[in-house]
Structure formats: structure tokens, C-alpha cells
């Protein structure tokens, strides 16, 4: 019998506490921290019913009185009442038992036990543990179904009223940890039941499908669909034959009683472990990093359960839970392509790779190494990346090397680098979520980063962090921060090196922090001299007294975390904007504390690690310089190969190269670069020169229309590996499936090539791969497996004993003499300006449900029937002036391509400005935007475009469909469950208090 885990990093039992306060436990002196919930303390002595009880996360319920004991003579419940000094537990006593016991009879009345047919009875169902726990024979207050209907309305999981205890923790996920404020329950009602929007349908309402509600029901009253007749031996039946079962088990029950019944369902539990498999993973989306198990059956997968993972403890967006169908698509690459005429043909392993290695080896030899290069996917694992790139330095023998993070992290990269030495984020994310003030600059950071999210809107809803948002969009975060205000596009460097000298000139630098720690002061003083506050209102067109509250704000913040994405990263000064970021947190000492710093916001689930890995055309593995002679002979010892002298280009150089004739061949896995670079006209006519061609995916991507081979490769799910998150956070994936048909884990077919190509390699496992890596990457020098076995993690850099740093700084600055260094910046306007031709501002960025432009998502079929068409976002303003409504189509012309897209209006845009959400695979926003890049490290300036629409006369339907959570949705936010609101009920008394009274359920 096992209850769902507890605590994050554990097996479920808390962690035993060392210092605290003597408290009495049936008569055991136990110590306890003063102030933690009495249900934490009980539970670390011994097993007490908590069903509505979750986690610390979670916080105290107080709706289902299964927990209660005796405190000092008083039944209280031990997951209200807080540890205090010698106080007196007595759990075991037989008032404290029955009121246990009748609270649980309560429950009963409300949900029917059907467990040997029920798909939730997979051994960790809380209503049926604890029947068994409390060893319950028979039912005092007869199940009464509740008179609604079933809800299957949502795509992805149903809601069952009749089933439902009301216990509150699928409220109290959606209210106080997801923060999507959508569920209530609606006490009141002569039938209370769970409310979404106050009473509307799933579908339809402003539920986000995070599932984080699903995760935390403890029965079965809300079900993933996928779920739904599958994962019992009998739960597939029809549902006549279902009920006639139950109705044979209700029958017998007065006479057997529950103990034999549920007997025979704990047997079928330990059945269906036979048949699921549950495996550890890591999230193939975003760089939040959440990991969960995925429970499978066959390959059929059934669902996500979030455990106790690092950076999501059990929370996910709607892609981590449900967004798992392209994984079995039939669109799966199966078997390797080789061109033929216009299409392609299947070939075999043996006759691919053979064309593959005769192709390279021919260029090399007649062009050189650097005729050739290697693209890297930061979808792939650390260990397939890392064989990429070693694939490259040592088998080609060139350092043309990229991977997709210069298309959006490169700039934040070099901005640390420059200023404090690291390229990632300074702490993790429980550290912003402590901070006293979040500051989200260019991230719309519920849509990229939605788990991350939660915590911020959390601390902001519950604990009274500030939040600012500067965003020319008005988004999820910046309609809930305290102050919105929207920069001119491009201009973010001047307000953010503002508030650097406001904090100078007002006495609100942390002059010690400055005096210790950080070098280059006073050139940087002198650098501020143009930036004053009136200069940055009038070039970046905010009103001047926003930015002074906005300065003061941060002057009274105890701490201030910045949080920073594509906003800032795709514009032609990116790595300046990332760096004048570093110096304002330098400047107000939020660097070496654990709260406050800098937050790049990484995209890819292992953007991270593609960088930490080497994929990059002038650092190997740990970002160690190619062009250092000593480094350069550390690998080539390692490697027992010479190394080229020279950084080799980047992918925006390849392009180039390979139009100037420079460039012949490319090996690319995992990465669309047609859709994914800027300018994909531009990126198209490059590779239609290319020689050869040659692309690994796991779908055919229309960059694989320009390829001469094809590889199947094999998605997370099929192989085992690590992840780097954007907390730097190291995680293990393990193999939940066999790999599809004839494909195969990347770093399998980049050994075979290498191998056929004489490199004599012979990786059994990613471990072995790791180990080198870890070898001669001080950065990774400690990350073992086995030190990430399961749900285990290491923040890097990782120590040779395994110590890792959630926190970076602590110690100083990662510079020979451990100080920071303030980066001087000048600024210019940026490149694309509207004109009288081309009247509008373009922006653009990600969508919650699709990920990037949908290779995946789109094979997801409950997010296609949320949001199957993409669409270009137009103000309420620009709409009225040139008589458009949602749904009209329209023709959007750049200077550099032009597309056709559906209107929606919407508030989120601002006069002028359209924003167009990645998710489609027609037509990407890139055939719109230029080949202009950041000058240090040509990130494409994605958000530097400006178009003009025509307004055609064809209207269609709305391109939000109804089911959409923005479509018509209306959340209801409240603090919590509001069990008082239950309390209040006639028919409500405390168990044990006085005689029981079941919540009326109108029969
Ligand atoms: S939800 Fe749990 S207690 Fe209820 S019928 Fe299913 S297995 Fe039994
Ligand atoms: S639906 Fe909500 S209130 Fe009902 S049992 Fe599940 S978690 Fe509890
Ligand atoms: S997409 Fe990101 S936020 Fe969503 S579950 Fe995956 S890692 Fe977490
Ligand atoms: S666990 Fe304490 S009231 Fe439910």
C-alpha cells in the first residue's frame, strides 16, 4: 500500500528533523520543527489518515477531518494546527479513531467504491488506502450519487461529481500552487460539487489543462482520458457489464462486508504492475525541467505523474502532462531516406550510413574539414550532444559547430560571461520565488515558462512579492504584475542602464557589495552619463513617472530577481541589453544571496545543456576556449586527436558559407532550421546548394525536404540520458520505450558513422559517455549516474565529490580574482523601424499549448482541437481603424516575405503593434523576419520586423475555438478552498465534536 510521495527528493517519509522543539506522540517523545503542520511531525512517527492532506506545497485543506487527533485533551485536525512546544498528541486513543473513522464514513457517502473495476486503483489511490488503513467493514451513510452529469468536456481529463469527496485539493492546486484561478467549490449549493469558472462546462472554461488538478485528486473523480478503461484488468469493460459488476460486489457487501472486497482489489492493484511500467523522465519541452514518471502500458502511454521533482515538485503545463501523442505518431521517421529524384526512397542502416560516411569523407578530402559542419539539437540529450560535437572535432576535424540556443540564448550567455562568469542562471527557481521582487523584462513568461510561472504568481498571489512586467505585450504576468509598462521595442538597454545610474546618483547602490566584489566602477559611471531618467523615457516613449516608480521600486526591494527571455535576446543589441541586466544586479547587489539574480530564461528543455556540452564553434565541453593552447592540448589528450587551431563559424556564418561556396556539407540532428533561423528564405536557398545534406529527426521537418539522407532518430521517451535545465540543473531520463521501427537514440547513430569513419569508439551506455565528459569538463567534473539516480539532481558546477551549487556566487565571482566587472554600453536604435511602407511593429514569441512552431504539439490531438490555426493578434484600435474583425484573413508582407494568416483581435496588443505566436508549421514567423543579427553573437533580431497588413475579403471563423481557455474563459480567483464556507453549512459538524452530520446530498 503506498500513498504518494510527500516530499520532494524523498521516498514519501519526511525528512527526520535534528534541532527543534520536544512534542508527546501517544506518549513518545519525538522532536519536531516548531511551527511545521502536527500532520508533518505524526506522519515522520507513524501512518495517520490525511486525505485531503498533500504536502507542504499544498498547505493545510481542512475539508475531509480524516487526520484528527487529540492535541493537549482537544480534537483538533493535525493538518491545521501547527507545532508548538510540549504539546501532547494523542493519535491512538479511541475518540481520536472514531472520529477518524466517521469523517472517513462521510467521505464514503460521497464516493462509491468500485475498486476492483476502477482505473485508479493502481495501488496509490488515497480513498482506497485508506479504507484499508482504517480496515472499514461496512458504510454507515449509504453512497448518494450527485445529480450531475459527467464532465468530458476537456480533451485531456474528465470530471465525475458522483465520485468527488470534495476534499479541495484540486482547488487548492489551481487557486494557490498553478495559480490559473480557475476552480472553486461551490459550497453553497444544496449538492456541492467542484465549479470550473464558477459553472461553466471544462471545455470552454479558462482551464489551462496543466493537469495539475488530475495529479492531485485523490480517487478517481478526475481522470486523465487516457486513463479511461485501460489501466484495470476489468476497467475496460462495456458499461453495462461494469455496472452490473458493481452492482453484483453492492450487493454482497452488507453480508462480506468491505474487507473481502477490498481484499480482492488490493490483489488487482498488485496485478497491474505487472502490466504498467512506470519510468522516470525528464520533460521534452521547455527548460523548466519538470520531471515525472510516465506510466505505460505496452506503448500505449497512459499518463504523467509528478512526483517530487527538483524544479516542479507535481506541477506541469499542459505539455508535460498531456502533450505525449507525437511520440507514437504515425508520422514517426521509421526507417533512414536516401533522395531519389524529387522524393526519397527507404533504405537500409547498413546503405544510409554508408552513403553518409562516403559523402563526408569525399568533402573533406576535397575541400578541407572546414567544408564541412555539424548542427546540434538542444532537444537531444547531454550525451548525444556531446558525441556530436566530439563527432565533429575529431572525426571531421572542424570546429563548425552550433546548436539552436544562438537563435535565442547566445546574448544572455555572453552578457554573464562578460559580467559575472557563468552562463546560466544564478540560482534556481525557488530562489525567485523567495525573492522580494521579480522583474520580468521580454519573457511572457506563463507561455514559455509555465511551471516557472506558477511559483512567481504564487509568491506574488500569497506572499506579497512585487512583480514588475516590461513587455510591449500585455500578457498573462504583465496583466497580474503590479507595474506594466511597455519600452519601445529595441530599447530595453536605456531604461534598465537608467535605473543603474538612478541607483548611483540616489544612494541606493550597494556601495560595500561594490567596494568588495566588483571591479570597474567608475569607467561604468562614466558610461551611465547619457542615461538618465528623462533620456530613457523619451527613447525607450515611457512616461517618466513610470520609471521613477519603477526606480523606487527596485530601490526598496529587499531583493530583485530578473527574469529575461527572447524579448531581450533577438534584437541587434541582445548581448547588451543581457549585460546592462547583469550590471543593474550588480549595481543593487543581487548577485552572491540566495534570492534575487539573474534569470535567463532558457528555451529548449536542453538548451542548457547543448551549450554546457561543447556545441558551440568556439568553446568546447564547459565553455573552455578553443583557442587556448592549453585547454586545446588537454582535449586533444583526452581525445587522442589533433584539434583545429581556429573557432569555427556558427550556424548564421554556415548560411553564409554555404552561399559563398565555402561550406559544402552539414550534418544536422534534431533541429528544423528552416523554421527555427530567421529569414527562412534566405536559410532555404543556402541549403539548396549544400553538396550534402544530410538530417537526423524523428519527423520528416521541412528541413529534411533539403536533405540527401535522412535518419530516423529515436525521442526521449525511447532512450536514456540527461538534461540541463535552466537552473543548470543536471537530471536523468530513463527509457520508457522501446525504440519506433528501425529508429534509434542519436547518440547510437553518431557512433555509427564515427565508427565507420575510423574513430573506433565503443559506447555501450550514456553513463560511459558522461564519465568522459565529466573528465575534462570541470564544470561537470562531479556529475556521476549514479549520483542522479531516479529523481536526483546537481546544480553545476558539480564538484569532484558531488557537491554541487544551487546558488551560484556564494563564494565569489567565477573570474581569476572572484570579482564581478561592470560592463560599460552605448546604445543604438535598432535595425527594422515601422515606416509609411511597412506601418507595423511584428512581435512574436511562443504560445502555451504549441511549442515553438508545433513539430510536436501539432501531433498532439487534444491541443490541435484547442488551437489548430495559427493567427496574427491585432489591437482593439488598429481593428477599428482598418475594419477588421477575428477571423478575416489578412496578408502580412515584410521586406523580406509575406505570408496569409487569420485576425484575432485582442487587449493583449497595443495600437500599431501585431504579434504573431509560434505555433504553426505553415508559414512561419520567420519567412518575415531579416537576416539582421546581435553583433556579438548573431542571434537573429527576431523582434526587430516591421510589416503592413492588406485586408482581404475573404472572413473566416474564428481561429480561437471555443474550447480555447482564452476564448471566452473567466476565472474565479480566490484564496484557496474557503473551507469555512463548508463550516458554515447547516449540515456540516466537526466528527467527534458532536453527532456527525453527512453534507446533504439531496435523495
Ligand atoms: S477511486 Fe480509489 S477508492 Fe475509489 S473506486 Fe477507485 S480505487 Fe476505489
Ligand atoms: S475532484 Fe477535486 S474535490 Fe473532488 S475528489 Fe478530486 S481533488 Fe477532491
Ligand atoms: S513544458 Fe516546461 S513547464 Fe511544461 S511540463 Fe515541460 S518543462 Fe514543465
Ligand atoms: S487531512 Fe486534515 S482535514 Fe483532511
Not at 565533429?392 to 563548425?400: H, Q, S, W
Request: aromatic share 8%; with cysteine.
Amino acid at each position: 500500500m503506498k500513498n504518494p510521495p510527500r516530499h520532494p527528493g524523498t521516498d514519501g517519509s519526511s525528512p527526520a528533523i535534528k534541532d527543534g522543539v520536544e512534542i508527546l506522540i501517544d506518549g513518545k517523545k519525538v522532536l519536531a520543527a516548531e511551527g511545521e503542520l502536527l500532520v508533518e511531525a505524526i506522519l515522520r512517527e507513524k501512518e495517520i489518515p490525511h486525505i485531503c492532506y498533500h504536502s507542504p506545497l499544498m498547505g493545510p485543506i481542512q475539508t475531509c477531518d480524516t487526520c484528527l487527533v487529540e492535541v493537549d485533551g482537544k480534537l483538533q485536525r493535525s493538518c491545521g494546527t501547527k507545532v508548538a512546544a510540549g504539546m501532547r498528541v494523542v493519535a491512538e486513543l479511541e475518540r481520536a479513531q472514531k472520529a477518524r473513522s466517521d469523517a472517513f464514513d462521510v467521505i464514503l457517502g460521497n464516493h462509491m467504491l468500485y475498486c476492483t473495476v476502477c482505473d485508479n486503483n493502481n495501488e496509490n489511490c488515497r480513498v482506497h488506502n485508506t479504507a484499508l488503513e482504517l480496515n472499514v467493514k461496512h458504510q454507515e451513510h449509504p453512497f448518494t450519487p450527485k445529480p450531475y452529469e459527467v464532465d468530458m468536456s476537456n480533451p485531456f481529463y474528465r470530471y465525475d461529481p458522483s465520485q468527488c469527496i470534495l476534499c479541495g485539493q484540486c482547488v487548492q492546486a489551481c487557486q494557490t500552487v498553478e495559480v490559473n484561478e480557475t476552480l472553486s467549490i461551490g459550497w453553497e449549493l444544496e449538492h456541492p460539487r467542484v465549479l470550473w469558472d464558477g459553472g461553466m462546462q471544462i471545455g470552454g472554461s479558462s482551464c489551462v489543462s496543466c493537469g495539475h488538478c488530475v495529479t492531485v485528486c485523490p480517487c478517481n473523480a478526475l481522470m486523465e482520458k487516457s486513463m479511461l478503461g485501460e489501466a484495470g484488468f476489468m476497467s475496460g469493460l462495456s458499461k453495462t457489464a461494469l455496472n452490473k459488476m458493481i452492482d453484483v460486489v453492492k450487493a454482497v457487501e452488507p453480508e462480506m462486508g468491505y474487507g473481502a472486497i477490498m481484499q480482492v482489489s488490493q490483489t488487482e492493484a498488485i496485478m497491474r504492475e505487472e502490466r504498467i511500467k512506470k519510468t522516470k523522465t525528464v520533460c521534452t519541452y521547455c527548460g523548466v525541467g519538470c520531471s515525472y514518471d510516465v506510466w505505460t502500458k505496452d506503448r500505449k502511454i497512459l499518463k504523467i505523474v509528478p512526483l517530487h521533482g527538483d524544479a516542479n515538485e507535481i506541477s506541469t503545463c499542459v505539455k508535460g502532462k498531456f502533450g505525449w501523442d507525437y511520440v507514437n505518431s504515425k508520422d514517426r521517421l521509421q526507417k533512414p531516406l536516401i533522395r531519389e529524384g524529387n522524393g526519397f526512397r527507404e533504405a537500409t542502416w547498413d546503405e544510409a550510413l554508408t552513403l553518409v560516411t562516403s559523402k563526408l569523407g569525399a568533402i573533406k578530402q576535397q575541400y578541407g574539414p572546414d567544408a564541412l559542419s555539424v548542427i546540434i539539437s538542444s532537444k537531444c540529450t547531454n550525451e548525444d550532444g556531446y558525441l556530436m560535437q566530439k563527432f565533429a572535432r575529431t572525426v571531421l576535424g572542424t570546429n563548425n559547430i552550433d546548436n539552436c540556443s544562438r537563435y535565442c540564448q547566445s546574448p544572455a550567455t555572453t552578457g554573464l560571461f562578460r559580467t559575472v562568469g557563468y552562463g546560466g542562471d544564478s540560482g534556481g527557481i525557488e530562489n525567485i520565488a523567495k525573492s522580494g521582487l521579480v522583474l520580468i523584462v521580454g519573457s511572457q513568461t506563463a507561455d514559455s515558462h509555465p511551471v516557472l510561472a506558477t511559483r512567481v504568481k504564487r509568491a506574488h498571489k500569497l506572499h506579497g512579492q512585487r512583480l514588475i512586467v516590461a513587455d510591449p505585450r500585455e500578457h498573462e504576468m504583465a496583466h497580474r504584475a503590479d507595474i506594466h509598462f511597455r519600452p519601445r521595442p529595441g530599447t530595453d538597454l536605456v531604461w534598465i542602464s537608467a535605473m543603474s545610474r538612478y541607483m548611483l546618483d540616489n544612494g541606493h547602490a550597494k556601495q560595500e557589495f561594490l567596494d568588495k566584489w566588483v571591479n570597474g566602477l567608475d569607467e561604468y559611471r562614466k558610461s551611465l552619463e547619457p542615461f538618465t531618467m528623462e533620456y530613457a523615457a523619451k527613447t525607450c516613449d515611457v512616461p517618466l513617472e513610470t520609471l521613477e516608480k519603477v526606480a523606487k521600486e527596485l530601490a526598496a526591494a529587499r531583493s530583485i530577481a530578473v527574469l529575461w527571455a527572447m524579448g531581450i535576446t533577438q534584437h541587434i543589441r541582445a548581448s547588451d541589453g543581457s549585460t546592462a541586466i547583469s550590471n543593474l544586479l550588480l549595481i543593487t547587489g543581487n548577485y552572491m544571496r540566495d534570492e534575487g539574480g539573474a534569470y535567463p530564461l532558457r528555451g529548449h528543455n536542453n538548451v542548457q545543456g547543448a551549450g554546457d556540452i561543447g556545441a558551440a564553434p568556439n568553446v568546447y565541453p564547459g565553455y573552455q576556449s578553443v583557442t587556448d593552447p592549453e585547454i586545446r592540448e588537454k582535449f586533444e589528450k583526452g581525445w587522442g586527436v589533433a584539434q583545429p587551431l581556429e573557432r569555427g563559424l556558427d550556424n548564421h556564418q554556415m548560411v553564409d558559407a554555404i552561399l559563398e561556396g565555402k561550406l559544402r556539407g552539414m550534418y544536422l540532428a534534431g533541429e528544423d532550421m528552416i523554421e527555427a533561423d530567421s529569414n527562412s528564405n534566405h536559410v532555404a536557398s543556402a541549403f539548396e546548394k549544400l553538396d550534402f545534406f544530410v538530417v537526423q529527426d524523428i519527423f520528416f521537418s521541412e528541413t529534411c525536404r533539403y536533405a540527401d539522407v535522412i535518419l530516423p532518430a529515436a525521442p526521449a521517451l525511447e532512450k536514456e540520458g540527461t538534461f540541463t535545465s535552466s537552473e543548470r540543473r543536471i537530471q536523468r531520463l530513463y527509457q520508457a520505450l522501446p525504440e519506433l521501427g528501425d529508429s534509434r537514440a542519436d547518440w547510437k547513430i553518431t557512433q555509427d558513422i564515427a565508427n565507420r569513419m575510423g574513430a573506433n569508439w565503443n559506447y555501450q551506455h550514456p553513463s560511459e559517455i558522461m564519465a568522459e565528459m565529466a573528465s575534462l569538463t570541470p564544470l561537470y567534473e562531479g556529475v556521476r549516474y549514479d549520483r542522479l539516480e531516479g529523481y536526483n539532481t546537481l546544480q553545476w558546477p558539480v564538484a569532484a565529490d558531488g557537491t554541487d551549487q544551487p546558488v551560484l556566487y556564494l563564494d565569489g565571482f567565477a573570474f581569476p580574482d572572484k570579482k564581478a566587472r561592470l560592463y560599460p554600453l552605448t546604445f543604438t536604435e535598432p535595425t527594422e523601424q515601422p515606416d509609411s511602407e511597412y506601418d507595423l511593429f511584428l512581435n512574436n514569441g511562443r504560445l502555451l499549448e504549441h511549442f515553438h512552431e508545433g513539430n510536436m504539439t501539432h501531433r498532439v490531438a487534444g491541443i490541435r482541437e484547442e488551437t489548430p490555426e495559427r493567427y496574427l493578434e491585432i489591437s482593439e484600435e488598429l481593428a477599428a481603424e482598418r475594419g477588421i474583425e477575428s477571423g478575416r484573413w489578412l496578408r502580412v508582407t515584410s521586406r523580406h516575405g509575406s505570408l496569409k494568416i487569420k485576425a484575432l483581435i485582442t487587449n493583449r496588443v497595443f495600437g500599431h503593434q501585431v504579434y504573431l505566436p509560434h505555433l504553426s508549421q505553415e508559414g512561419p514567423i520567420n519567412v518575415l523576419t531579416s537576416s539582421h543579427a546581435d553583433n556579438a553573437t548573431n542571434t537573429p533580431a527576431f523582434k526587430e520586423t516591421a510589416v503592413r497588413i492588406t485586408v482581404l475579403p475573404d472572413q473566416g471563423v474564428n481561429p480561437l475555438r471555443p474550447l480555447n481557455p482564452r476564448f471566452s474563459g473567466k476565472p474565479t480567483p480566490q484564496t484557496g478552498v474557503e473551507v469555512e464556507r463548508k463550516w458554515k453549512r447547516q449540515d456540516y459538524h466537526m466528527p467527534g465534536a458532536q453527532e456527525l452530520v453527512q453534507i446533504q446530498t439531496g435523495h
